[in-house]
């Protein structure tokens, strides 16, 4: 990376810092940005793999969504999931805000109330540092969980990495 400092975690991982933005978006990046408009025919053609998308077993499956996303933003994948055989909801606690360790202990209280109701570990679903919380949900009861599946978290470090 030029001109980018680089910082160091635990003595054992270099992680790049990128520089602050200096300007306005390169007009290449903003064409970038449209292409959002086809994500709809991206989804369709890939109905078929969808269709044929492993089963649930009704296990639980809780959605955790990323900072400052309401729950309703993953509510297209929970409908996907419902409709493959998970019981899947969203996390309940709302907006995750720059707390993140209540975030985390209000995520096990709930998980602990939810799996006693249930008797069964359940997934855990998150998206950026909806995933981070997940994972460190997990870390901290595993009896809690049966998987978590994240996606647009990051694989090292904390919250602070996000």
Request: proline share 9%; glycine share 12%.
């Amino acid at each position: 990376m030029r001109g980018a400092e680089m910082r160091r975690q635990n003595d054992m991982t270099t992680i790049p810092v990128a520089d602050p933005p200096t300007g306005p978006p390169r007009r290449a990046g903003l064409l970038n940005e449209i292409g959002i408009l086809r994500e709809p025919l991206r989804l369709a053609a890939r109905t078929p793999s969808l269709v044929r998308a492993p089963r649930g077993d009704g296990r639980l499956t809780i959605t955790i969504p990323g900072w400052y996303a309401p729950e309703s933003s993953l509510a297209p994948i929970r409908r996907f999931l419902g409709r493959t055989g998970h019981d899947a909801r969203s996390w309940g606690l709302g907006v995750i805000k720059n707390d993140i360790e209540t975030a985390r202990t209000r995520c096990v209280d709930r998980l602990d109330r939810l799996v006693a109701a249930g008797a069964r570990p359940a997934n855990l679903v998150g998206w950026s540092l909806g995933g981070v919380i997940a994972r460190e949900t997990a870390r901290e009861r595993p009896d809690l969980v049966h998987r978590v599946v994240t996606f647009g978290t990051p694989a090292i470090g904390g919250p602070t990495y996000t």
